[in-house]
């Protein structure tokens, strides 16, 4: 099992389902793996409700292309309008799960374009991976001395076996959940939106 955690992709891969976490089929995938989408999605699930102009000005993109994919992902469930937050014609959208169920069989799906889309999917999550921590490379000296301290990039190398890798797997996204009931209130000093990024892949050195 592998398992993809962040805030706002937020994938679960082979897991019992919760009911803020929606389980994507064939259909469904086919409906969100596209690179423009899936940034959508993150930008709404990690700033919350926003209108097409706001989100292509954030993501450097025409209001035509935001307006149309946000239409396309409310059809396929993953957004819905946000009415409390409209002003007249403005047309205010959220996301409508925290997260999403991954099954590793989609990539064994007989029909040729789900096994693309599932590839589409895993590679764009990759992608805002790399994203994020160009930024944070980017923009480290905007910080604060304690929040640079705090930051880790760190990678190790490790032989173990499948139920030991899994093992591993469990334990730190079980102690990264623990830190959600560690929340601060909204307005402590200091406190920000953190991303954590895990991956277990096995390698050869050949």
Known sequence: MQRILCKAIFVRMNEPQDPQVHSLDARSLRGLAHPLRMRLLNALRRGGPATASQLAAKLGESSGATSYHLRQLAAYGFVEDA????????????????????????????????????????????????????????????????????????????????????????????????????????GTPDAEQVRVHTHIIPTRTD
């Open 83 to 186: 009415p409390e937050h409209g002003k007249g014609r403005e047309r205010w959208w959220k996301s409508v799960h925290m997260g999403v169920h991954f099954d590793e069989e989609l990539f064994m799906d007989r029909d040729p374009e789900v096994r693309g889309a599932a590839d589409v999917f895993m590679h764009e999550l990759a992608n805002q991976h790399t994203r994020e921590l160009a930024t944070w490379i980017g923009t480290r000296d905007d910080w604060s001395e304690a929040w640079r301290r705090a930051s880790d990039m760190s990678d190790w190398t490790l032989d173990l076996t499948p139920e030991l890798a899994l093992e591993l797997n469990n334990k730190m996204h079980d102690l990264v959940e623990s830190y959600r009931a560690l929340a601060p209130d909204d």
